[in-house]
C-alpha cells in the first residue's frame, strides 16, 4: 500500500510587510488526520497554498518521506502526491465531471485526442472503491454542492493523490452531508491516504482528528487532542478566553416591522430558490435565520433590499408594502442593510471614507442641496461615526481600501445604524472579522434591538445564531423548515437544516 | 471594476427569463410584417421573378448549365412572408428557451430571399430581370471568408479568456504588408506567412500589455487599431504612393478542384476559389477538432472558463493564453492578406469595420468555429448585398443601403448578449496571487 | 549615504505622481515616432548605408537622421505653439504679433472642439462605460447642428445658441441609442458605439447628398453654408487674422460644467460610484438604467456639441470628409481622455497636447512631406504606454509599487 509521511520545516511566507505564515512546522504521518485549526486569516489556506505549489514560501522546506521537494507549480505537488479540495471548488461549471477529473492529466489516444471514456471508467473504478457516487457525464453546474465536492475529492484520487488537503470543506454543507464527509475520510485513512484538515470549526475536530494543530496569526501556537474540550481549543485558537455568548437584556417584543409574506424569489437561471417563505420580524427582537450556505438566504436577503425582483408574496416594512420597490426606496422608507459580501455590495474601495460613510443618503440634507453635494457636511459626518464607531483610518478621506476587512465592515455599520431605520437586516455580518470585531459589531446589533428595531440576522455559523437569536427560523430549499427558540438543541436544528421536519421523510 | 457588471447586476435581476424570447418574437413579426406588406402586397400579381444559377464572369472551369426558376413575386413574397410571421407567432406564444436563435436565423434567410425576388420582379424597376444566386454566393464568399478568418482568431482568443478587439487592426496591418508582398514577390504564400507573422505581432502586443501588464484588453485593443489604420495609411503615402510596384493589386489566382469545381450552383461557390478560402475552411476544421477534441483544446477552455482551476492542476494560463492570442493574431493577420488577395489594391481603410463585423459573428456563433462560419454567411452576404443592390434600382439611398449591414450587427448583439454565455473568465485579467 | 536619499527621494516622488508616468509616456510616443520616421525617409537609410564607405560615415548618417527628424519634430512645435524667431520679431519690433502668434491660435482652435469631445468621452469613463461612439455622434452633432445653422435665419443672438442646441440634440440622438440598447437590452456598448459610427458615417454621405442640407446646385457631398449668424466668431475680430474662436471660451465653460458636475453633483456621484462598484452602485439605490442612459445622454450631448463647434468655428460646412480617418476628434477623444486619467483637468493638458500634435503635424506635412498621419501613431503610442503604467516605471526604472491598480477598465461581453 502506497503512503505519504509529509513534514513542513520553518515555512514562512510574506507579502510585502505581512508575514502570513512564520516559521509552521508540522508533520503528516500516513493514515493520519491531521487537523489544522485556526480563526479566518490566520493563515491556514496561505500554508495549504504553499504546499500545493500555488504560491513559493520564502524560507523553510517541505519534506516527503524525508525528502525536500520544491514545487514550481500545484501540477508538481499533484504529481507528488499531494491532492487539493479548495474551499471554492476549482471546478469549470460548463465541464462534464469527467472532464473536470481529468484536467491536466487527460489519457488521449491518437493525434492527442481525448479518451474520455477511459476516464469515465477510471472514475467509475475509484468512486466504487472509496463509495463516492457520481455520474461521470453529468455537467457540473448542474450538480448539488455535496456532489461538487465529491467530483473534487475524486479529482484528487484519480491523480493518484495519498495526502488530501481539505479547506474548510463543510462550510458548504448541511450537517447531514457533514457527516457523510466525514464516513468518506474514515474509509480514505482506512486506504492509507493521509488527510491534512482546515477548518475552524470545534466539534468537526474533535470528531476526526487524529492530530490538532493550532495557528494564530500565522504561527503555530500549539498542539492538542481531538478530546481537549471546547473551551480550551477555542481559546488557544482565538488567543484569549472567549465568551460565545452575548449579553442581551430581556426586552419587550413590539409591533411587527418587517413583514415577509408568501415569498417566491427566482435565482439569475429564472429557477425559484425562495418558495413560498413568510416570515415575521418585531420590533425589539433579532431574528436569526440559520441554513446552510446557497439555500435561498442570499436571494432573499436581495429581494427584501429591493436588488432582486419578488416574484410574488408582499413585504412590508412599518405599514408600508416595499415589494418590489426599487433599492433607493426601500432604504428611505427605513430598511438598514448590511450586505453579505460588503467588498462587492457594500462599498467603493477607491472611493474616502466618508464618501462611504453616505454612500445610501448622498441627497439627505445636509449632504447635499439642489443636486450639489456639501463636501463639509459629508465629512464632518463622518468625523462622528468614526469617532462613534471606532473606526480606525488614518483620515476619513482616505481611500477605504486602505483599512483592514474588520474596520471597513464598521463603516458599513455605522452607515447603516446612524440613519433613521425600522429594521436592520444583516446578512454573515462577522464573516471574516477578527474577534474583537466580531464582538463589537454583535454589540451594536443587540443594541439596535434594545431600542425596538427590528434585526433579522442570516448566518451560516451556528455560533452566531444562537448567540443573537431571539428566535431562531431555519431555512431549507428555499422554505422555512422551521422556528425555534434559542433553547432548542443544536442536533434538532441542524435537522431543520436539512429539511427534515416533523412528520416529513424527507 | 467593470461595465459588465452593471449589465449582470441590474439587468439580470430585473429581466425575465422570457424577456429575450418576446424580443425576438416581435422583431421576427416586424420582419414577416415588412416582408408581406412591402414585398407581397408592393408587387404587382402579374410580375414573375426570375433566379438563375449560372455563373458568370467565370475564367476556366464550368459547371454544366442548370435551367432558371421562375416564379410569381407577390405569391412568393406573401407565402415567405407569412412564414415569418408564423415563426414570429410562434416564438411570441411558446417562448422558447432554446433555438431562438435558429428560428431568428431562418427568418432572416427567408427575408432575404424575399427580398431578392422582389427586387427582380419584372415588370419593375429593375434593369435585370433575374438575379443569379450563384453570382451572389461567389461575390459574397470573400467577405465571407475574410470574416471567418476574424471569428476564428476571436474564437482562438476568448476561448482562453482574452478578447481580440484588435482584429481590425490585424486586418489592416496583413492587408498593407501581404500586399507589398505579393506584389513585390508574387507568391501569396509569402504573401500569407508575411500577414501571419504582423498578425502574430500585434497579437503579442495585445497579450504581453494585457497579461504581463494587466492592461484593459479592450482599450489596448481599440489603440492597436487606431495604430495599424493611421501606421498604414502613413506608409501608404510614404511608400506605396512613390513606389507603385508594392502596391500592384495582383489577385490569387483560383484553384479550381477537378470534378468537384463542375458541380452545379456549389461548385463555384466551394471549388472554385482561391488558397485562402480551402484554408479558412481547412482552419475551421482544425480549431473545431483541436479545441473540442483534444488535450489541448481542454486546456484552452478552461483557462477561459475558470483559469484559477486550470493553474490548481498544473496548466500554465499565461504561457496558454500568450500562445492563443498569437496563433489568433496571425490567423486575422491572414485573413487581411486574403481581403487583399481577392479584392486588388491595398487602400487606407479598406477593411472598413469587418473586423469589428467579425467579433460579432463570433458572439452570435456563440464562440465556437462552426458558428462562426453560419454567422459570417450571414454577415457576409448582406454586407455584399447592400453594396451591390443598388444595381437593382432599389428604391433605397446606396449610402442607407449600405448601413444595414452594420444596423444588423447591433440588433444581433443587443439581441444575444444575456442569451448566449461567453467565455466565463473572457476579457478579465489574470494574476498569480 | 546623501547620495542615495537623494536618488531614492527622487524615485519616490517620480513614482508616486502619475503625472510622470504620462511625461515618460509621451517622451516614448515621441521616440517611436522618431523611429518611424528613420525607418521610411530614403535619406536617412541611404545615409547610414554608407557609413561604411567613408571614415565619417557614422557621424554624416547620424547628422542626417538628427537633421530629418529634428527638422520634423521642429515644424511640429513650431506649427502649434511658437516659431522662436517670428515670435522675437514681433517682441522686437511691436508688429506682426499675428503671426507670432497664428501657431498658438490654431491649437487653441483645434483644442476646442477636442477637449468638449474628451470630456464626454472622460465622463462616460468615469461611470465605467466606454463611449467609443463619440465620432460618430460628433458628426450628428454636426449634421442637425448645420442644418440648423444653415437652414434657419435668425439673429445672432439666438442662432448661435440654437445651432449649439441643435448640435447638442444631434449627438444626444446617436448618444442615446447605445445608452437605450445597454440599459435593456444589455449589449455591449464598445460593438454597439462601433458599428453606429459605421452607419452615421453612411448618414452622413446620404445627408448630403439626397437630402435638402445638400448647398444647392450641388452635385457632390457638400452642405449648405452656415449662415455668417450661426457661426462662433473670431476672438480677436475677423480682421486680427486669428483663428481662435468663442469656441474655446465654450469648452472653458464645459470644463467647468464637468468640474462641478463629477465633483461636486449628487448626480455625478452616482456615476462615479457606479463606475467604481456597479453592484454597490446598485444595493445603495441607484438605478442602473437610468445611469446608463444618462451617460450616454450626457456624453452623447458633449460629442454633438464638439461636432458643431467643429462647424461653426472652423469648416462652416459639411463634407464627406467631415471628422473621418485620423481627423476624427471623436476618435482622438477617446485616446486624450485617457491620456488625462478621466478628470476634467488632465483632460485639458492632453487635448492641448494632442491638438498641438495635429495642429503641428499639418505644418509638418506641408514642410518635410512627412504624413499627418504620424501625429495619431505618435498618440496611440503615448496612451498604449498610459494604459501600462507599470512598463514605463520599469523602462525608466522607477520604483513599481506592487499590485498597481490598473486605471481603467472596460470588461468583456457577458
Known amino acids: 500500500m502506497k503512503s505519504m509521511h509529509l513534514e513542513l520545516r520553518n515555512i514562512t511566507k510574506r507579502f510585502g510587510n505581512f508575514t502570513a505564515n512564520n516559521k509552521i512546522s508540522l508533520t503528516v504521518e500516513p493514515g493520519q488526520i491531521h487537523c489544522l485549526l485556526g480563526e479566518n486569516g490566520a493563515g491556514k489556506s496561505t500554508l495549504m497554498n504553499v504546499l500545493f505549489g500555488l504560491l513559493e514560501p520564502d524560507e523553510g522546506e517541505i519534506l516527503i518521506d524525508g525528502e525536500p521537494v520544491k514545487f514550481a507549480n500545484s501540477g508538481e505537488a499533484v504529481r507528488r502526491g499531494i491532492g487539493m479540495v479548495h474551499q471554492h471548488f476549482m471546478l469549470v461549471p460548463v465541464f462534464s465531471v469527467a472532464e473536470n477529473v481529468v484536467l491536466g492529466f487527460e489519457p488521449t489516444k491518437s493525434f492527442g485526442r481525448l479518451d474520455l471514456e477511459k476516464a469515465s471508467n477510471d472514475i467509475r473504478r475509484v468512486s466504487k472503491e472509496f463509495g463516492l457516487e457520481v455520474d461521470p457525464d453529468a455537467i457540473i453546474e448542474e450538480l448539488s454542492v455535496g456532489i461538487q465536492q465529491r467530483v473534487e475529492i475524486l479529482k484528487a484520487l484519480n491523480h493518484d493523490a495519498q495526502l488530501l488537503i481539505l479547506d474548510e470543506p463543510t462550510a458548504v454543507l448541511t450537517p447531514q452531508e457533514i457527516d457523510s464527509l466525514l464516513e468518506i475520510m474514515r474509509s480514505l485513512t482506512a486506504a492509507g491516504k493521509s488527510i491534512l484538515f482546515i477548518t475552524h470549526k470545534l466539534k468537526e475536530v474533535q470528531a476526526i482528528a487524529d492530530v490538532i494543530t493550532i495557528i494564530r496569526l500565522g504561527e503555530v501556537v500549539g498542539t492538542a487532542l481531538p478530546s481537549d474540550p471546547e473551551t480550551v481549543l477555542a481559546s488557544k485558537m482565538v488567543g484569549r478566553e472567549v465568551n460565545l455568548t452575548v449579553a442581551k437584556d430581556e426586552v419587550a417584543q413590539g409591533d411587527t416591522v418587517l413583514e415577509i409574506r408568501n415569498l417566491i424569489v427566482h435565482d439569475d437561471r429564472g429557477i425559484p430558490v425562495v418558495n413560498n417563505v413568510s416570515l415575521d420580524i418585531h420590533g425589539g427582537e433579532i431574528l436569526a435565520l440559520a441554513g446552510v450556505q446557497g439555500n435561498g438566504q442570499t436571494e432573499l436577503v436581495e429581494a427584501i433590499a429591493g436588488i432582486r425582483r419578488v416574484e410574488s408574496g408582499t413585504i412590508t416594512l412599518g405599514g408600508k408594502d416595499i415589494t418590489n420597490n426599487s433599492p433607493r426606496q426601500i432604504l428611505d422608507a427605513g430598511l438598514g442593510h448590511i450586505p453579505e459580501d460588503r467588498q462587492s455590495n457594500g462599498l467603493v474601495l477607491s472611493m474616502s471614507v466618508a464618501d462611504n460613510m453616505v454612500l445610501n443618503t448622498p441627497r439627505r440634507a445636509p449632504f447635499a442641496k439642489r443636486g450639489t453635494r456639501n463636501l463639509k457636511a459629508v465629512d464632518e459626518n463622518a468625523q462622528t461615526l468614526v469617532k462613534n464607531f471606532d473606526v480606525r483610518t488614518t483620515s476619513t478621506q482616505a481611500p477605504l481600501s486602505s483599512l483592514s476587512g474588520g474596520n471597513q465592515q464598521k463603516v458599513i455599520v455605522a452607515r447603516e445604524l446612524s440613519r433613521p431605520i425600522a429594521a436592520l437586516v444583516a446578512s454573515q455580518p462577522t464573516r471574516g472579522l477578527d474577534v474583537g470585531s466580531i464582538e463589537y459589531v454583535h454589540k451594536q446589533i443587540v443594541n439596535e434591538r434594545n431600542s425596538g428595531r427590528g434585526v433579522l440576522i442570516v448566518s451560516s455559523e451556528l455560533d452566531e445564531v444562537f448567540a443573537l437569536g431571539d428566535r431562531i427560523a431555519v431555512m431549507h430549499n428555499g422554505k422555512i423548515t422551521g422556528i425555534v427558540p434559542p433553547s432548542t438543541s443544536r442536533s434538532d436544528v441542524g435537522l431543520l437544516m436539512a429539511g427534515v421536519t416533523e412528520g416529513s421523510n424527507e | 471594476m467593470s461595465i459588465s457588471e452593471i449589465t449582470s447586476t441590474a439587468v439580470q435581476s430585473i429581466k425575465r427569463p422570457v424577456g429575450r424570447s418576446r424580443a425576438i418574437g416581435t422583431l421576427t413579426l416586424l420582419l414577416g410584417a415588412f416582408t408581406t406588406l412591402i414585398f407581397g402586397l408592393g408587387a404587382n400579381s402579374a410580375s414573375k421573378s426570375n433566379i438563375t444559377f449560372n455563373p458568370t464572369n467565370l475564367i476556366g472551369v464550368i459547371p454544366p448549365h442548370v435551367g432558371d426558376l421562375s416564379v410569381p413575386s407577390k405569391a412568393s413574397c406573401l407565402l415567405l412572408g407569412l412564414c415569418i410571421v408564423a415563426i414570429g407567432l410562434e416564438t411570441l406564444l411558446r417562448r422558447p428557451v432554446k433555438g431562438l436563435m435558429v428560428r431568428f436565423g431562418g427568418s432572416a434567410v427567408l427575408f432575404v430571399v424575399g427580398l431578392l425576388i422582389w427586387t427582380v420582379r419584372t415588370p419593375g424597376p429593375a434593369p435585370f430581370g433575374s438575379i443569379n444566386m450563384t453570382a451572389v454566393l461567389v461575390g459574397s464568399s470573400p467577405l465571407v471568408m475574410v470574416l471567418v478568418f476574424g471569428a476564428l482568431s476571436g474564437v482562438m482568443c476568448e476561448r482562453a479568456g482574452v478578447v481580440n478587439i484588435a482584429i481590425e487592426g490585424q486586418f489592416i496591418g496583413g492587408a498593407f504588408f501581404g500586399s507589398m508582398i505579393a506584389s513585390t514577390t508574387h507568391n501569396f504564400i509569402l504573401a500569407a506567412l508575411m500577414g501571419a507573422l504582423i498578425g502574430a505581432l500585434l497579437g503579442l502586443l495585445l497579450s504581453f500589455l494585457s497579461l504581463r501588464y494587466l492592461s484593459d484588453q479592450i482599450i489596448v485593443g481599440v489603440v492597436i487599431v487606431t495604430m495599424l489604420a493611421s501606421l498604414s495609411s502613413y506608409l501608404n503615402v510614404q511608400v506605396l504612393s512613390p513606389y507603385p510596384q508594392y502596391n500592384t493589386g495582383d489577385l490569387a489566382p483560383k484553384l479550381a478542384i477537378p470534378l468537384l469545381a463542375k458541380i452545379p450552383i456549389l461548385g463555384p461557390v466551394f471549388f472554385n476559389q482561391n488558397g485562402f478560402f480551402y484554408l479558412m475552411i481547412i482552419l475551421v476544421g482544425v480549431i473545431s477538432f483541436a479545441l473540442f477534441k483534444t488535450r489541448y483544446g481542454l486546456h484552452v477552455r478552461a483557462v477561459g472558463e475558470h483559469p484559477k482551476a486550470a493553474e490548481t492542476v498544473g496548466i500554465d494560463v499565461i504561457k496558454i493564453r500568450y500562445f492563443n492570442v498569437i496563433v489568433g493574431g496571425a490567423i486575422a493577420g491572414i485573413g487581411g492578406v486574403a481581403f487583399v488577395a481577392s479584392y486588388g489594391q491595398f487602400q487606407p481603410g479598406c477593411t472598413s469595420g469587418l473586423g469589428y463585423i467579425a467579433l460579432a459573428a463570433l458572439i452570435f456563433g456563440k464562440w465556437r468555429p462552426s458558428g462562426a462560419v453560419v454567422a459570417s454567411i450571414i454577415f457576409g452576404v448582406s454586407v455584399y448585398l447592400a453594396n451591390n443592390l443598388q444595381t437593382y434600382n432599389v428604391p433605397v439611398r446606396s449610402a442607407i443601403l449600405q448601413t444595414f449591414p452594420y444596423l444588423i450587427t447591433i440588433g444581433v448583439v443587443a439581441g444575444l448578449i444575456g442569451r448566449v454565455r461567453a467565455p466565463a473568465a473572457d476579457g478579465q485579467p489574470y494574476k498569480r496571487d | ?414
Do not use: C
Open chain 3, 1 to 414: 549615504m546623501s547620495n542615495s536619499t537623494k536618488a531614492s527621494l527622487w524615485v519616490r516622488y517620480t513614482s508616486k505622481s502619475p503625472v510622470f508616468v504620462t511625461v515618460f509616456s509621451v517622451v516614448l510616443g515621441l521616440v517611436v515616432g522618431a523611429l518611424v520616421i528613420i525607418a521610411t525617409s530614403p535619406v536617412i537609410l541611404h545615409s547610414w548605408s554608407q557609413i561604411f564607405s567613408s571614415w565619417g560615415g557614422i557621424f554624416h548618417a547620424l547628422k542626417v537622421t538628427l537633421d530629418n527628424v529634428g527638422a520634423a519634430y521642429r515644424s511640429i512645435f513650431t506649427g502649434s505653439i511658437v516659431d522662436p524667431p517670428q515670435f522675437w520679431h514681433a517682441l522686437t519690433t511691436g508688429k506682426d504679433w499675428a503671426v507670432a502668434l497664428t501657431p498658438i491660435s490654431e491649437t487653441l482652435t483645434y483644442t476646442a472642439p477636442l477637449l468638449i469631445a474628451s470630456i464626454g468621452v472622460g465622463i462616460a469613463f468615469q461611470a465605467g462605460m466606454f463611449n467609443i461612439g463619440a465620432n460618430g455622434q460628433a458628426v450628428m452633432g454636426g449634421i442637425v447642428g448645420t442644418a440648423a445653422g444653415s437652414m434657419l435665419h435668425l439673429p445672432t443672438a439666438v442662432h448661435v445658441p440654437l445651432t449649439l442646441l441643435a448640435g447638442i440634440l444631434g449627438g444626444v440622438i446617436a448618444g442615446i441609442i447605445p445608452g437605450l440598447l445597454k440599459a435593456f437590452t444589455g449589449a455591449h456598448e464598445v460593438i454597439i458605439t462601433l458599428m453606429l459610427n459605421y452607419v452615421i458615417a453612411f448618414f452622413l454621405i446620404y445627408t448630403l447628398l439626397s437630402t435638402a442640407l445638400q448647398q444647392p446646385g450641388q452635385q457632390n457631398d457638400v452642405s449648405r453654408y452656415l449662415d455668417p449668424t450661426a457661426q462662433l466668431s473670431p476672438l480677436f475680430g475677423a480682421h486680427s487674422g486669428l483663428r481662435v474662436n468663442w469656441g474655446i471660451i465654450i469648452a472653458g465653460l464645459v470644463v467647468a460644467f464637468a468640474w462641478w458636475f463629477l465633483e461636486r453633483s449628487t448626480l455625478g456621484f452616482d456615476f462615479r460610484v457606479t463606475g467604481a462598484n456597479p453592484k454597490t452602485a446598485q444595493a445603495s439605490g441607484i438605478n442602473a438604467k437610468v445611469v446608463i442612459v444618462l451617460v450616454f445622454l450626457i456624453s452623447g450631448g458633449l460629442a454633438g456639441l464638439a461636432g458643431v463647434v467643429q462647424v461653426s468655428s472652423t469648416t462652416h460646412f459639411l463634407d464627406g470628409g467631415f471628422l473621418v480617418g485620423s481627423a476624427g476628434i471623436g476618435f482622438t477623444a477617446i485616446t486624450v481622455s485617457l491620456l488625462g486619467r478621466n478628470n476634467p483637468i488632465g483632460i485639458i493638458w492632453g487635448s492641448l497636447l494632442f491638438a498641438a500634435l495635429n495642429v503641428g503635424g499639418r505644418v509638418m506635412q506641408a514642410s518635410t512631406t512627412i504624413p499627418l498621419d504620424l501625429a495619431t501613431i505618435i498618440q496611440s503610442v503615448i496612451v498604449l504606454f498610459v494604459a501600462t503604467p507599470v512598463l514605463v516605471k520599469e523602462i525608466f526604472r522607477l520604483r513599481v509599487e506592487h499590485a498597481e491598480a490598473v486605471q481603467l477598465s472596460v470588461k468583456g461581453w457577458s
